[in-house]
């Protein structure tokens, strides 16, 4: 296809290639597309699909990830759409036959990160989706990926494995804190303010005889507090509540 | 649907509900039910699907995993799909308007396994393909699961994000080793059996006058030692490349 050739090698690599050996369903291909580019991936590489190519089902599949389907390189074979890489990885159900080193995607997309930042031109295999890779192509790749799955059903669809690879090779390199508060323009309260709230929810729960007994006041004063404490609320948010207080008070008073 | 509303509640939950509010597609529903049981979660249910339920491209698409389909529960809201669980989980883009707690899916697959390990009910709301999940549904979460992606094409399909949010599930309880060597009933070659095939090798190359310079002869014998102990050879390998040797041998004493 157009673009491939020219580009490859010629530019320092900013991702794996993604090579779907013999795939069989278009719309596939064009999810692959879309998973791919979900994960910041560009180079698609296609060995013999089995229907026409270009195919209007692999675009409608690929929802705007067009460009990646235009640059996809055709080829005859498996070997020549990896002629040009230095580190093949087969994505595959463990091996039977042969004596493989196997991989968790996670594992392999910490060091295809790696290579590829140190300048390695690397290739990710997937075969057809009813067979899988071959072995003659298996025995390319020095490295076979294994999704760690539910023992009783592990077949996954062809563009999810993608995704899984191609996931992990994004999160490899992202530093995305695993938790965080969004706040969306708002600051969290400060102790002040909270104990300001509180005090006068305190306060007017006095006046309305909420503590019959005082006995009990300290614990469920004590409770109510760790309520609202453990809430973490913004500032925007105590307003409201003070509003809320404010409006069920002249509620009591008109009764 | 049948054997959800009893089954809910009595039995311990073994993983997340997934929740597909308002789902479009019906192939959609049947990509999300294969990504979910590659995953080992079966608990599927469905708020006001946009087409006829059941359906038969949900279970075109699901490539066998109907159980999952056959037992989804259908809802006429989400507040009904998740009225018996007791902490709620919402996939979408980092919110706009809400201060919420976000965690990646990954943070999520642990907390998630935690929680259930420890006996909760715990629900993943998605949203329609087009819009995403509403204001209102993402009220009823605790927490926000936001995909980290290529920040220029962030629009995962929705069996896409599924499979994710169960992907990092299955990873958290699971202990597959990051890598492992696959032997397939042969054993990793003894040093002995090493230095045997690499003292024949040099022998034979000495025989065949291959090192014409004594100067030379250290460095290019180490050189293939190295190469011979970082190809971690298996036993049955070290046979086949003495079988190798021999038949080139003989193929010179013929000349």
Redesign the interface.
């Known amino acids: 296809m157009a673009g491939t050739d020219h580009t490859r090698g010629a530019l320092r690599p900013t991702g794996p290639r993604i090579v779907l050996v013999e795939p069989q369903l278009p719309e596939n291909i064009g999810?692959t597309a879309?998973?791919m580019?979900?994960?910041?991936l560009t180079d698609l590489a296609l060995v013999k699909p089995r229907d026409r190519w270009p195919n209007d089902k692999a675009v409608a599949m690929s929802?705007?990830?067009t460009a990646v389907l235009d640059g996809a390189g055709l080829f005859g074979s498996t070997e020549a759409a990896v002629a040009d890489l230095q580190q093949i990885y087969a994505a595959t159900a463990?091996?039977?036959?042969?004596?493989?080193?196997?991989?968790?995607p996670?594992?392999a997309g910490q060091e295809i990160r790696q290579a590829v930042a140190a300048g390695q031109r690397v290739g990710v295999l997937f075969g057809p989706e009813r067979s899988g890779l071959t072995n003659d192509d298996m025995v390319l790749a020095k490295t076979?990926i294994t999704?760690?799955?539910?023992p009783s059903?592990?077949?996954?669809?062809l563009?999810?494995a993608v995704?899984?690879v191609a996931?992990e090779w994004?999160?490899a390199g992202?530093d995305?804190?695993?938790?965080?508060?969004?706040?969306?323009g708002?600051e969290p309260a400060t102790m002040t303010e909270l104990g300001n709230l509180l005090a006068r929810v305190e306060a007017e729960l006095d006046q309305a005889g909420f503590f019959r007994n005082e006995d009990i006041r300290p614990s469920i004063a004590r409770n109510l507090r760790n309520l609202f404490h453990r809430l973490a609320l913004?500032e925007?948010?105590v307003r409201t509540l003070h509003g809320v207080l404010s409006s069920l008070i002249s509620t009591r008073h008109k009764r």
Do not use: H
């Open positions: 999810a879309r998973a580019l979900n994960c910041g929802s705007g990830a463990r091996p039977r036959d042969l004596t493989k080193r196997v991989v968790t996670r594992q076979v999704v760690p799955l539910n059903y592990a077949s996954l669809n563009a999810q995704l899984l996931y994004f999160q992202d995305t804190p695993p938790e965080s508060l969004i706040m969306n708002s913004t925007q948010e």
